[in-house]
């Protein structure tokens, strides 16, 4: 009898969890909900008082989206793949090798790794005027190469701390064999450190993937037409008329499924590279 009652109640804590889960979860995710719901609604659902859940959906606003003759929508995801994809591969290539080099021989660890570090915790609005000109001066305005470069050194702080963490938890006995194999310090970066770092590899693109295709404000300063990126072309359905909720729903709703797929795929494989060296023995 004891036993029932305790399994009984272990039942009903284990559905109190999964409740209270479920309930923070739709809490938290409300808005992105609410806009991929009013993507799905015709505008006389859109417009309703009160809101309707229940509808008939429709895809109306997507092909609005995608087909429509002054907005080239897909060029816009495109452009957001490449200057992701390409800003994400110089953070990498810059920060492995730097990681290195600050924690093997310490070169920097003591100014300008908590200098870099701290750069992400600035405003990027103090950056904007001067990139403006920068970039004016030397032709790099609306062209995807500028926007990744923004990305690049926007991703070094995140991927310069998780890279040293790494290089850190790594045995310095490796190094030893490497060097008296005869292999200098960059063939054992290449032969010995970067096979070991594709776990935290995956996170570093992962998270500077995302950073980089949620950045909005150089995209929206630095890009007029060639380049500009999918959250910036989002907002071209608010226009002097007023806000086209549907198309802009199904806008941000493509715009967003690019890292949700992304994140999805690589989410059993986080967890492992942000703790890859935490444990020894």
Same mark, same amino acid.
């Given at each position: 009898?004891?036993? $029932?009652?305790?399994?009984?109640?272990? +039942?009903?804590?284990?559905?109190?969890?999964? &409740?209270?889960?479920?309930?923070? =979860?739709?809490?938290?995710?409300?808005?992105?909900?609410?806009?991929?719901?009013?993507?799905?609604?015709?505008?006389?659902?859109?417009?309703?008082?009160?809101?309707?859940?229940?509808?008939?959906?429709?895809?109306? @606003?997507?092909?609005?989206?995608?087909?429509?003759?002054?907005?080239?929508?897909?060029?816009?995801?495109?452009?957001?793949?490449?200057?992701?994809?390409? /800003?994400?591969?110089?953070?990498?290539?810059?920060?492995?090798?730097?990681?290195?080099?600050?924690?093997?021989?310490? &070169? /920097? $660890? /003591?100014?300008?790794?908590?200098?870099?570090?701290?750069?992400?915790?600035?405003?990027?609005?103090?950056?904007?005027? #001067?990139?403006?000109?920068?970039?004016?001066?030397?032709?790099?305005?609306?062209?995807?190469?500028?926007?990744?470069? !923004?990305?690049?050194?926007?991703?070094?702080?995140v991927a310069l701390v998780l890279f040293v963490g790494f290089v850190q938890d790594v045995p310095r006995e490796l190094d030893d064999a490497a060097r008296i194999d005869g292999a200098?310090?960059?063939?054992?970066?290449? @032969?010995?450190?970067?096979?070991?770092?594709?776990?935290?590899?995956?996170?570093?693109?992962?998270?500077?993937?995302?950073?980089?295709?949620?950045?909005?404000?150089? +995209?929206? !300063?630095?890009?007029?037409?060639? =380049?500009? #990126?999918?959250?910036? +072309?989002?907002?071209?359905?608010?226009?002097?008329?007023?806000?086209?909720?549907?198309?802009?729903?199904?806008?941000?709703?493509? +715009?967003?499924? #690019?890292?949700?797929?992304?994140?999805?795929?690589?989410? #059993?494989?986080?967890?492992?590279?942000?703790?890859?060296?935490?444990?020894?023995?």
């Amino acid at each position: 009898m004891i036993v $029932t009652r305790r399994s009984r109640l272990d +039942g009903v804590v284990h559905a109190g969890r999964w &409740i209270v889960f479920v309930a923070v =979860a739709i809490l938290v995710n409300f808005p992105v909900l609410s806009t991929i719901l009013t993507s799905f609604k015709t505008n006389a659902d859109i417009n309703a008082y009160p809101p309707k859940w229940i509808f008939e959906p429709t895809l109306e @606003h997507y092909r609005a989206v995608l087909a429509s003759p002054n907005i080239d929508y897909g060029h816009y995801i495109l452009n957001s793949v490449i200057i992701a994809t390409t /800003g994400t591969l110089f953070a990498i290539l810059l920060t492995l090798p730097a990681a290195y080099a600050m924690a093997r021989h310490k &070169i /920097g $660890t /003591g100014w300008l790794l908590p200098v870099i570090t701290n750069l992400r915790a600035l405003p990027l609005i103090i950056f904007a005027i #001067p990139f403006y000109f920068m970039y004016k001066q030397v032709g790099l305005l609306d062209t995807r190469l500028g926007l990744a470069l !923004i990305s690049c050194i926007i991703n070094i702080p995140v991927a310069l701390v998780l890279f040293v963490g790494f290089v850190q938890d790594v045995p310095r006995e490796l190094d030893d064999a490497a060097r008296i194999d005869g292999a200098s310090m960059w063939k054992t970066l290449w @032969h010995v450190v970067l096979p070991l770092s594709r776990p935290v590899m995956l996170a570093v693109f992962l998270l500077s993937f995302i950073y980089s295709w949620n950045e909005f404000l150089f +995209g929206l !300063i630095l890009t007029t037409k060639s =380049a500009v #990126p999918v959250t910036v +072309g989002a907002t071209f359905f608010v226009t002097s008329r007023g806000i086209e909720w549907g198309p802009t729903s199904a806008a941000i709703t493509l +715009g967003i499924l #690019p890292p949700l797929i992304l994140g999805l795929f690589a989410y #059993p494989y986080i967890g492992k590279s942000m703790l890859a060296g935490a444990v020894k023995g």
